[in-house]
């Protein structure tokens, strides 16, 4: 494609709560956009997104709407990543998918660029957003695996409602309404079985055979692509009522010592890390701080005292943002740093 003053971009699910969000990153970074094209399902054709003082109308996501398209970024799940992305491909867009449709195909490159920018040498058209909760694990694990090699990772996530959509984010809201105004249980409306107010689920995806849930196997086996296939990863992913902000406490064992100064000295100004470690005067991440937050806030930082080589962590990232749209408009951004588009 070579090197252009200004791209054509499309956002697929382009009305979608994490599709607005893109839309939203790539004006507030500046991505060199010439022609955006937001596509969507037919019922939202016509319908307008504002984007650098221009009004573009959505039109359907199509096959032939991606004619002289250079990138096209995916929010629109699965079926439609793995029906539209190889055709987005062959009209000649690279494309960037937050899907959970490529991620463990061998040949298509899984990315965080701050942890594996140089995977993306290698792509073939189609390049993977990883999931929310992998995406500010690594990002928070990545100086800590450079500096001592990580063994092993037990992480519990804390994961936000906006995570499964607009439905789950307006069924906590009624929820949680309904809720205060006679303190008994509501019938769910954001999940199926188990009301989402006031409450905490330890079930986030489908179960699988072995007792775990999809999202927990996705935390293990994306962490091996990306990072390092000899981490061993543990996982327990809790759904709890919080709009925004994914939250994760991580217990890592590593091949040789990080003291406590050392964690916070590797994770103080690295890629993409906000360190919030202040004990002393309780401050520390929590979701609300990422609700206007692009970075992965680490803090909580301890020595574990149980083996040798052991440190604590809690990390917290909004997920809509870094966990989803920042990352795959950071994805694209870095196509263009390393001239692989």
């Not at 965080?112 to 995406?135: F, M, Q, R, Y």
Request: aromatic content about 6%.
């Amino acid at each position: 494609m070579g090197k252009k003053p200004a791209y054509n971009v499309a956002v697929v699910g382009a009305m979608g709560m994490v599709g607005t969000e893109m839309i939203k990153t790539l004006e507030r970074r500046g991505f060199p956009v010439a022609e955006l094209r937001p596509l969507d399902i037919a019922s939202n054709v016509g319908k307008s997104v504002n984007f650098n003082g221009k009004t573009w109308k959505v039109l359907e996501a199509r096959e032939d709407n991606f004619k002289d398209i250079d990138i096209a970024i995916f929010s629109a799940g699965g079926d439609a990543s793995a029906n539209l992305a190889p055709a987005a491909v062959r009209q000649g867009a690279v494309v960037v998918d937050n899907s959970s449709q490529w991620r463990m195909d061998p040949d298509c490159p899984l990315v965080i660029p701050e942890v594996n920018p140089e995977d993306l040498d290698w792509h073939k058209g189609i390049i993977a957003n990883p999931n929310c909760s992998t995406i500010q694990m690594l990002v928070a694990l990545k100086p800590l695996h450079d500096y001592a090699g990580i063994k092993r990772v037990v992480v519990s996530t804390y994961q936000a409602v906006s995570g499964s959509g607009k439905l789950a984010y307006d069924g906590l809201i009624s929820e949680s309404r309904e809720y205060l105004e006679n303190f008994e249980p509501v019938k769910p409306k954001a999940y199926k079985t188990q009301q989402i107010a006031f409450n905490c689920l330890p079930h986030i995806d489908v179960f699988e055979e072995d007792g775990y849930t999809k999202e927990e196997s996705k935390m293990v086996n994306e962490t091996k692509k990306i990072l390092d296939k000899e981490i061993n990863v543990s996982a327990t992913c809790v759904r709890v009522p919080v709009w925004y902000g994914h939250s994760e406490s991580i217990n890592v064992e590593t091949r040789k010592k990080i003291t406590r100064a050392k964690a916070m000295e590797l994770l103080n100004g690295a890629p993409g890390i906000k360190l919030v470690d202040d004990v002393d005067n309780e401050i520390y991440p929590t979701p609300l701080m990422s609700n206007n937050d692009d970075l992965t806030m680490v803090g909580r930082i301890r020595e574990d005292l149980t083996i040798e080589n052991g440190l604590n962590l809690w990390v917290v990232s909004n997920n809509i943002r870094k966990g989803a749209a920042l990352n795959a408009v950071e994805v694209a951004e870095t196509l263009l740093e390393r001239n692989v588009i």
